[in-house]
């Protein structure tokens, strides 16, 4: 709950956001030690004021949007897979990539009239993409290597996200079209950041500058 | 075929009992409130033609409306909001009634979202419309009243936040930019996305215009707020409502609600439907508003009465959960319950009516010996049986 006298509580999304996260508090100044040495807890202090709470990237939203968590950082890929109604206060540089359309290479994804089949761990974010094309597809959601639906002739193409393509390459698939940047975010509850603005603010400023 | 009679649909649920008490007790109060200003009951249908929420100042986009087709297969929606089909009536059958109009209203609204996000479809709103006045004293009103609300649920730890859609209205106004690019803009405001706000704004220009806008959604707090608004751009215009907000701002606290009045420039929501001064309560606890409303001066038109309103509506479902939260309720236990024996059971009912009357609650026993009564009575911490026979007798009860 967004009790006055309970630490500022921050959702990180496991892994790599994490890591790069607490690379940015301990800069700030925070003392993370506490989150090295985790072992298996899932709810760890940072300094006296803080406190980290360490979840796939689905869910840091959703502890956000219910205001168990004041703050959290997830991906824009998860935002815009997922939506939800909180702040995007800023875009904290790091965990860059970006969603693209891709598909076996050499081919012309959009030539001829038929229904085109994409294959994608992202439907939503595929399915808006398209919409705005005004362009009618099929979506398959595949829950693992999305390029293999392509070279089993499952899908025309994949929307997914794509770091540095040699996965892509390396099956004889590249990339037709880019969909959206991402980078990791800075969210924040509706709530806490008015009844905890001078807080929050405080933290947003100090992780501005040290971006 | 798969039979769902043992759940209820996503987004709903069943109150039980001490749920009940507490959302009782929240209508109670908040009710009280609103007859206490002259507010009078208004309830509507359920469902309602698909046109009254569909119109210029919409803001229900149509996938999050439950959808019905009548037998003459015209379009119907369940209630997703209480302020239209008010607009409606008053448009109607209040059109020669002298104004303003004092209404008030209670009932469910139902909105479709989407499933296993925690919130639910079927939400008990509560609210205020006040139609035929644009005077700031009906704006002071309707916000004391909301403060009242508020504090009434949670005495120390509510905000209450003003703001003037106009302000983004009147700056948005001056960009050589689409329809979709307002929209866009808007939107980034609304969830104060400052980078790609930012962004999207350079790309248009570095001008006055521009950077008053990247502003506005960081303009939020107390009366300091007002100084930093100075800073944007010079607008007889702007400076009129930037004036009327900080005098409204300022005359709210002398209500003494220290620290719990707020102001945030960055609300743009439902751009289309408000007009100009907007609220936005908050209890600590629930994590989205509680409380919403301001001035749409614009929607009784829409249904032919071109006359200004304002109002706003209170989620009854998210003040209960925080109040359910902050405090153990329980249902009453009943008083008493009455055993009578074989011949006696029309005197037993006669006794528990009588008991009743005298402000108890009286139980009936339908059990057909005293013994299996005297179970009940201590499985459900009743403290008194009462025996009705030819003489009848009291029985204490031990836990």
Redesign the interface.
């Given at each position: 709950m967004n009790n006055e006298n309970r630490k500022l509580r921050i959702a990180l999304t496991k892994g790599r956001l994490e890591k790069d996260t607490v690379g940015l508090l301990e800069k700030i100044g925070y003392d993370c030690s506490a989150v090295h040495d985790k072992g298996r807890k899932l709810i760890l202090p940072v300094g006296d004021k803080i406190e980290v709470v360490l979840a796939k990237a689905a869910d840091v939203i959703t502890y956000v949007e219910h205001g168990v968590c004041d703050m959290g950082v997830v991906g824009k890929d998860t935002i815009m897979e997922m939506s939800g109604k909180f702040f995007e206060v800023a875009d904290l540089g790091f965990g860059r990539c970006k969603f693209a359309l891709a598909g076996k290479k050499g081919t012309n994804f959009y030539e001829g009239f038929n229904v085109k089949t994409i294959a994608t761990k992202y439907p939503n974010v595929s399915r808006s993409f398209f919409e705005k094309k005004g362009m009618d597809v099929d979506i398959v959601k595949i829950e693992g290597s999305v390029e293999l639906a392509p070279l089993l002739d499952l899908a025309d193409a994949i929307v997914d996200i794509v770091e540095t393509g040699t996965t892509l390459k390396e099956n004889g698939l590249e990339v037709f079209e880019d969909v959206a940047p991402i980078s990791a975010r800075l969210i924040v509850n509706t709530v806490s950041l008015k009844i905890r603005q001078q807080e929050i603010e405080e933290l947003i400023k100090s992780i501005e500058e040290n971006l | 075929m798969k039979r769902f009679d043992l759940i209820t649909p996503e987004g709903t649920k069943d109150l039980l009992f001490e749920d009940c008490v507490v959302r009782n007790g929240v209508e109670k109060k908040i009710s009280d409130i609103f007859k206490s200003k002259g507010y009078c009951e208004i309830k509507t249908p359920g469902i309602e033609f698909f046109d009254v929420f569909n119109l210029r100042s919409r803001y229900f986009p149509q996938e999050s409306m439950y959808k019905l087709v009548d037998n003459k297969g015209r379009l119907l929606v369940v209630r997703p909001d209480s302020t239209m089909p008010i607009a409606r009536v008053a448009a109607t059958r209040l059109r020669e009634a002298k104004l303003p109009l004092r209404m008030f209203y209670n009932q469910n609204v139902y909105r479709s979202k989407s499933a296993m996000?925690?919130r639910s479809d079927e939400i008990k709103q509560m609210g205020i419309e006040l139609i035929g006045s644009d005077s700031k004293r009906a704006d002071l009103e309707v916000i004391t009243t909301a403060i009242e609300v508020l504090s009434s649920c949670d005495n120390d730890?509510f905000?209450l936040?003003l703001g003037n859609i106009g302000l983004f209205r009147k700056l948005v106004e001056k960009l050589p930019v689409t329809e979709e690019t307002r929209e866009e803009i808007r939107s980034l405001i609304e969830?104060?996305?400052?980078?790609?706000l930012n962004d999207l704004l350079d790309s248009i220009g570095d001008t006055e215009v521009t950077n008053s806008l990247k502003q506005l959604p960081r303009l939020?707090?107390g009366v300091e707020v007002f100084d930093k608004a100075a800073e944007l751009m010079n607008d007889s215009e702007i400076d009129q409502i930037l004036a009327e907000l900080k005098a409204l701002y300022t005359s709210l606290l002398s209500l003494g609600y220290d620290g719990k009045i707020?102001v945030?420039l960055g609300i743009v929501n439902k751009m289309h439907y408000y007009t100009g001064v907007v609220i936005k309560g908050?209890l600590?606890?629930?994590?989205?508003?509680v409380l919403s409303g301001g001035r749409y001066n614009h929607l009784l038109a829409e249904f032919g009465y071109d006359v200004p309103a304002t109002g706003f509506a209170i989620n009854v479902d998210a003040v209960s959960t925080v109040l359910k939260?902050k405090e153990t309720v329980k249902v009453p236990v009943a008083d008493v319950i009455v055993f009578a024996e074989d011949g006696y059971v029309i005197d037993g009912l006669k006794l528990v009516s009588k008991l009743g009357t005298e402000g108890k609650i009286a139980l009936n026993s339908v059990f057909d010996t005293l013994e299996e009564t005297k179970n009940y009575a201590r499985e459900y911490g009743i403290k008194k049986v009462i025996c009705v026979s030819d003489k009848t007798t009291e029985i204490t009860v031990e836990g």
């Open positions: - | 996000r925690g730890k905000r936040e969830v104060k996305n400052y980078p790609a939020f707090g707020t945030d908050y600590e606890g629930y994590g989205d508003a939260r």
